[in-house]
């Protein structure tokens, strides 16, 4: 960028912690063009003013040196002026304070070093803010909305003609797209056509309805929107959000249909009840599964299996094969109500029948609690809690039960003629590539351990993403719901769908940054073509061609810059995100002299978690040392081992990188990136073993947003750890 303004706000304690004028000065000698100073820049008149100056200077790009640049960032938008913000409000004086002192009443004029007061460390920090804003800007780019060349599909994709596949098929009808829904079996309804009847998904939620697919079916193939495909299945699907190519087989025809977008209601399928012997199953007749009583209820004759008696009484066995780390360490969620609504089923086709439902825990989800009480109310209903001890023959075709830890504190031995076990749900893609993908990492979702063959995403902040853009699973792939729950799922996986189309038309990330409008390039003149890049990428953006060179896929792209930080020779820069970008910056800061212990240290922090967490700590009047600098990255993936190597050579002390938890309870933004960059700590460590530097000058953590103490607690023992060691022997060259 040639013209560089420089806006600096007075208010919220700048002023009043720092000398404006001296910011100014450091501006210009940087290479701002314009730089000026107010009070409130986020006010009305704050914003008039600035818009006033960039028309008058002409000015491409301006710092706004205020508050935190997750805060007013509506505010401070200029059209196709570059904006970069310094956070002097949240970055220094709110969060840097002398050891013992918070915002209240602070003395900055304390000696923390030879002959240096802690005001003159806090006017170091924002100065050196203020240059790698300017440097920053200098090599700035716009970045231009990516625009295919060929046309854009708006045809939605919906795999799978059950509860989910329907409801997502009608919504995107409904807000005006063209549907293809593509159903195996030979009619549309999935698992819930062969239901006798299932609960209420509406208040008062205490009753059984005929079901409720019926209607779908109906609505879906009146629908002129809709195209449906049955006994068909997707063989083949290559491209990416707007611009994919799915074939449709259909008997021995295959027809290929260009599509933008991709919903996954494939459904489940029951667990393997042969799984189950130590319960029974195909081991003592009239042991069966839900699934089999269901088919019994339509066909409207409960009789045993092995010899065609009446039945008369039931047991059902809850979290069979569930729970359970030898079988489904998870709960299925639907099984506790399809007991419940079995046990009614018995009782309304015999007055005299007996039911009875064992449980380790009765989990009925959300409102569902009322229909659960209209069973505890049904005196031909018993309930306990309790555990199977031995499922065995009885007498005359009878079952023989034995449970023990009951509620009546005893062991109980009952004869039925009937035990049902309530199975769960497995999703059918961990069985069934289903969309067979021509994607470079599999022709499936990926999984992670995590979700036990579930189509995996970040399943806290992004549930109807999965890690393949443009593709949102609904229903019981999705993780096990109620049919109410899978409806709703089926909404929400249409709406992104429609935002997928939507990003793609105006060129812009899909998720989690639908801001960013800059996608990484290549420079492949110099690429050794090392597959880093293309094997590393979490969202399978890229493929490879026959010489292993990287085939970028842009719509696939989130933006998080796990490619730029993987790549070795640094070949691959976002417009306003590069290699040139970040070691200008670093560069751009101002270090002291060796020996008089103002010590340096580079943050390198991840703007999802840490970056809000420092926030946090900012507006509680927290303190983190002030020798530190910050520079908030995409996400610990984005985060090239020449960040490290320039801030090194710089002179800094330390190096911290604070990014997102991963493991078992947590997931990175972008899955991978915390990951990643831990194993990526082996190149770190090459790289300060050829400048003769410490291993432990570098450091990797990663921290929820909530936990606040835990940053300033690592920050400060960082910093106390690293004056061990002594001064960086680069500082001052």
Known sequence: ??????????????????????????AREQGAQSVYSKEFLCSKEGRDFINTKIQEDGLDAVSICACSMRVNYDVFNFGKVAVDRVSLREGVVWSRFPVGQNGNGVDDSIEVASGVTFRDELMALAKDYVRMSVAKLRVYKTPEPFKPEEEISNTILVIGGGVAGLTAALECAKAGYDVIVVEKENELGGFARRMKAHCETKPPYKNLVTP????????????????????????????????????????????????????????????????????????VPNVITNVDFEK????????RPSDGAPVNSVLFVQCAGQRDENHLPYCSSYCCLASLKQAKYLREANPDAKAYIVYEYMRTMGIYENFYKTLQDDPGVFLTKGDIVSISEGSNGKVKVVVDNTLLGEKVELEVDLVVLAVGMVPVTAEEAVLNLEYRQGPALPELELFYGYADSNYICFPYETRRTGIYAAGAVHQPMTIDQAIEDARGAALKAIQCLKAIEVGHAVHPRTWDYAYPEWDLK????????????????????????????????RRC?????????????????????VGSMIKATEMPEQGYEQYRFMAFVCENDALPALDMIAYKRMSIPVGFRIIPVRCLGAVNVSFVKDAM??????????????????????????????????????????LALEMERVTIDTVAIDELEKIVNKMNEFAETIKTYGENPFKGW
């Open 296 to 303: 019994m209820a339509v066909e409207g004759r409960f009789v």
């Open 212 to 283: 409720i697919v019926n209607d779908l079916i109906k609505e879906v193939e009146g629908n002129e929107r809709i195209k449906v495909y049955k006994g068909a299945v997707v063989t083949k699907t290559s491209g990416g959000p707007g611009l994919y190519r799915v074939t449709i087989k259909q008997g021995n025809k295959e027809e290929e249909v260009k599509i933008g977008a991709i919903v996954l209601a494939v459904g489940f399928k029951p667990y393997d009840a042969s799984q189950l012997s130590h319960l029974g199953f195909g081991v």
């Open 526 to 557: 110099m690429c050794t073509q090392c597959k880093r890049c293309t094997e590393e990428c979490p969202f399978g953006a890229l493929n490879e061609d026959e010489k292993a060179f990287p085939i970028p896929f842009i719509t696939r792209c």
């Open 1 to 26: 960028m040639e013209k560089i303004g420089v806006f600096i706000c007075k208010s919220c304690d700048i002023e009043k912690r720092l000398n404006i004028e001296e910011l100014e000065a450091v």
């Open 649 to 690: 050579s710089k002179g800094y002390d330390g190096i911290l990188l604070l990014g997102c938890k991963y493991g078992e309870n947590y997931q990175c933004h972008f899955i991978k990136g915390s990951e990643l960059a831990n194993r990526r700590m082996e190149n770190v460590q090459e790289t300060l073993q050829q």
């Open 561 to 581: 810059g796990t490619c730029f930080g993987s790549c070795p020779q640094r070949i691959i820069n976002f417009k306003d995100y590069s290699i040139d970008m």
